[in-house]
């Protein structure tokens, strides 16, 4: 009985384990397979890649801006005795740079979009230009991680 408690307990460890590995080598193909169905021409291409890659920057400087300003508000509330306005404001700001983060990535799609010929578009919104379910299911995975790790952004923890 212990014994197979023992490879049971493994066989699930190993399950989590290798779940998220095989999660992001389906985005990546999901991906490819969708850059493939767009038939994209050598400057396309490049385009794309130049697109992408400001973007990231961008994305890199938003998140750590994000980062930062929920710091500040964790030691906000760590100090104690903040005022009702100071609590907003940080709450406040941490909405901010979320909103330009969302604003940043439809930016960085309507650019991508743009490039695009009309059948092209076609393919792209058939798909929505989407990767997949793989990103929705790395958020969901990223949420219950948080829960786990008492990140979530609750005042009654």
Same mark, same amino acid.
């Given at each position: ?5 023992k ?8 399950l989590f ?8 080598r ?12 767009l038939?994209?021409?050598?400057a396309?291409q490049d385009?794309c ?7 990231q920057e %961008?994305?890199?400087d938003? !998140? @750590? ?11 906000? &509330?760590? %100090?104690?005795?903040y005022? !009702? @306005?100071?609590y907003?404001n ?7 740079? &979320?909103d %330009?983060?969302?604003?940043a990535?439809a930016?960085?799609?309507m ?5 695009l010929?009309?059948?092209? %578009? ?6 929505d230009?989407?990767?997949?379910m ?5 958020q ?10 008492g990140?979530m952004d609750?005042?009654?923890?």
């Amino acid at each position: 009985m212990k014994t197979s408690a023992k490879l049971l307990i493994v066989f699930i460890i190993a399950l989590f384990v290798s779940a998220p590995v095989f999660g992001q080598r389906m985005m990546y193909k999901d991906r490819m397979n969708k850059m493939e169905q767009l038939s994209l021409t050598e400057a396309q291409q490049d385009r794309c890649a130049e697109l992408r890659t400001n973007h990231q920057e %961008k994305m890199i400087d938003l !998140r @750590s801006e994000l980062q930062k300003s929920k710091l500040a508000f964790d030691e906000l &509330r760590r %100090k104690g005795n903040y005022s !009702r @306005s100071d609590y907003l404001n940080a709450t406040s700001e941490i909405g901010k740079i &979320r909103d %330009k983060i969302a604003t940043a990535t439809a930016g960085h799609r309507m650019d991508v979009y743009e490039i695009l010929d009309d059948s092209q %578009k076609e393919v792209w919104n058939k798909t929505d230009g989407r990767r997949g379910m793989g990103r929705g299911m790395m958020q969901k995975g990223t949420m219950q991680r948080g829960m786990m790790q008492g990140r979530m952004d609750c005042p009654f923890r």
